[in-house]
T-cell receptor, first 114, second 114 residues
């Protein structure tokens, strides 16, 4: 959805570099998520935040950190990138006040670690 | 932890044939959602099922939730080339805490030969 914006769209970096992926949303949703997608492995949850100052680990948080600077912004950092972190990263949001609380995804960031 | 298994991983059909993807959870779910990801795109919400034995239809798509709330299926009747993409199921265990997050299946990639 255009209301969930991820930057950059593509990034190539080298092993050991620090990388930050940004996500911002104009939907007014309270909950935000970071997923990574690898071929054949589906979508795996890295971190999620139910509100500002709330941070929770997902299935695969090792090697990642996040910051929820404001309700609209949720950034993902790789402190020291490694090649197996090469993947497609999605940010998503949801509204806890809705009945089905569906996820709205950004367009993704393709990260390559050489 | 919770696992959501989805089969098949790939399905290739001739246009006009039917298609089904199946989802099985290792634990009872409170609800299950289905998403579609077009090639090069991001996942987009299709539907949520909540009740035991629930069946919902969206035009040529039929979604079912099992009686035990541990399995679900998506059936597409008379596929069209616009149905191409990866279909994901995502299950939620409960209503609070870490159980609330969605766990995605690995997805079924559908290709349609015109």
């Amino acid at each position: 959805d255009a209301d969930v914006t991820q930057t950059p769209r593509n990034r190539i970096t080298k092993t050991g570099k620090r990388i930050m992926l940004e996500c911002s949303q104009t939907k007014g949703h309270d909950r935000m998520y970071w997923y990574r997608q690898d071929p054949g492995l589906g979508l795996r949850l890295i971190y999620y935040s139910f509100d500002v100052k709330d941070i929770n680990k997902g299935e695969i948080s090792d090697g990642y950190s996040v910051s929820r600077q404001a309700q609209a912004k949720f950034s993902l950092s790789l402190e020291s990138a490694i090649p197996n972190q090469t993947a497609l990263y999605f940010c998503a949001t949801s509204d806890s006040g809705t009945a089905n609380e569906k996820l709205f995804f950004g367009s993704g960031t393709q990260l390559s670690v050489l | 932890g919770q696992q959501v298994m989805q089969i098949p991983q790939y399905q290739h059909v001739q246009e006009g044939e039917d298609f089904t993807t199946y989802c099985n959870s290792s634990t009872t779910l409170s609800n299950i959602q289905w998403y579609k990801q077009r090639p090069g795109g991001h996942p987009v919400f299709l539907i949520q099922l909540v009740k035991s034995g629930e069946v919902k239809k969206q035009k040529r798509l039929t979604f079912q939730f099992g009686e035990a709330k541990k399995n679900s299926s998506l059936h597409i009747t008379a596929t069209q080339t616009t149905d191409v993409g990866t279909y994901f199921c995502a299950g939620r265990r409960g209503s609070g805490g870490s159980n609330y997050k969605l766990t995605f299946g690995k997805g079924t990639l559908l290709t349609v030969n015109p």
